[in-house]
């Protein structure tokens, strides 16, 4: 590929993630080198992570950063610097140039929940190799990462289970 572009999921709807794992598979099925990264999803035992590792896909779990909204006991500050901590060593990565498509899920939650500035991510993303397609997943997409961005995929939810209080289930949501 001569230009990767930046892919953004986000909105309040499911599948934002399921989009993004659709994508490292047709990917890694046309040759492509892939990493999908996750934040955010504190059990490496998700369906997502064990299909793309079944499929030769590299995936990094960043299980120490996790959600303030869903972890509200959490101190901010030590997340704010694991997740610097995880930026570093992804910067790393992206130096060495060895992806075709690399997927950062729930990367648009940093953001929104306080733990990467809209300037930090905007630098991240603008700093990726030329060729390197990248993803964002994420509720909460800020505004100037959208205008970075070359595709731009809101999912709206319209009904969803969970205000039954269904809670998420294995197989469906993880």
Known sequence: MKKGYIHIYTGDGKGKTTAAVGLAARAKSQGFRVLFVQFFKEHRQSGEIRLLENAGIETMIFKDVRSPLFNPSLNKNKLRKKTEDAMEMLKKVLDKDEFDLMVLDEFNCLIYEGL???????????????????????????????????YVTVMQKVKHPYRDNIKGRKGIEF
């Open 116 to 150: 990467l500035s809209e300037d930090e991510a905007a630098a991240f993303i603008r700093n990726k190799p030329e060729r390197l397609e990248l993803v964002l997943t994420g509720r909460g997409a800020p505004e100037r990462t959208i205008e970075i961005a070359d």
